[in-house]
């Protein structure tokens, strides 16, 4: 089975809904750890894939009939384990994969492994390997996609905007790139670990951003959220994995309250908090009280926890916002932080402060043609009372944005304020 044809894992419900269910239940947590185990035992990244995928499609065969098993989880590493057996037998790899790959039969249910051990690991190994910073950020992020979470090919190509047959072949160049370099399987230890975490914080990160934006797929969110999760609890004790995890689950609380009954985008201040995830705030607020040190996600996590933990948005902490910025420009200067420390100081301090710091934002030529900064300077200059002017501005904004969704929301800002 190529790797373009092979069955996505999120599996439509047939007539055995339940089982169906089931089936993609036990898919979410035991793929990646089926692929990582196979991988690590034959070194085939595409033997390991179809191997897990044929194993969901056996599963979604018989457990409407035979009912689903006590261990899911085995059941499916069984299946994968033999379809890889057979596969290597066919091909007469030699005797030692063979062997090992003997080992991997769980025929009686299994405990959830704790973190240190073997097939842990081995999810760690893979996010690892697929975030290693020989291959560029696009092959990083669709090989974790791919490998990791199991999205379909044709559902990558959508999110990078290339077609199907560009990232199969982007798929495989990353594959054959890692076994050509060398690129070990393994998690880097002591300074390499904290060289190469970035790298997989940053693939997770825009994983999410991708999701997360206006005319993104909130699939790919969904994903971000869940590699968070797995690596915070596969690292407990990385302040900066936690501060990412609570970064997502703080934005992720208000997917359900950004559009309203017509799909127009709503703005934070014009949100029904009611309708915010309160249990994912306040698993965002559990990973951010385990932050010990002061990296980048751990400050952007602390503004999202003002928005996200205040009663109104006249109650938003807008000075705390304001010194988290600073202290973001301090260890991570860019025009977009640049941008949101004016927003931040505007509301904290007065609009007229908030121009001046945008001003300073422009002068190193960072924002230049970026729509979005139009649009704050719109805002402020609203606040100020300006609202011919600000409406002006925010048409301008509206269009240079390539987003419709955002598209509507700056026109209707700039009616609004015409009016």
Known sequence: MSTSQRRPVRIQAPAGAAAAEAVAAAGVEAYPRIVATLIRVTGDWALAEDCAQEALAVALERWPGDGVPTNPGGWLMTVARNRALDVLRRASVERRKLHDLALLTPTDPQ????????????RLRLIFTCCHPALALDARVALTLRTVCGVPTADIARLLLVSESTMTRRLTRARTRIAQAGIPYRVPSGPALTERLPGVLAVLYLLFTRGYVADGEPAFADEAVRLARLLDRLMPEQSEVAALLALFLFQHSRRDARRDAAGALLTLERQDRDRWDRAGIAEGLAALDRVRRDGPYAWQARIAACHATAVSADDTDWPAIARAYDALADIRPSPVIALNRAVAHGYAYGPAVGLDLLDAAHAGGGLDG?????????????????????????????????????????????AELAR
């Open 111 to 122: 405990p959830e492994p704790e973190v240190g051990q073997d097939v842990v690991d081995d």
């Open 370 to 414: 970026n729509p979005l900064a139009v649009a704050v300077r719109a805002d402020l200059v609203a606040r100020q009372g300006d609202r011919i002017r600000a409406a002006t501005l925010f048409r301008e904004a509206a269009a240079a944005v390539s987003s419709a969704a955002e598209r509507h929301a700056l026109l209707k800002r700039a």
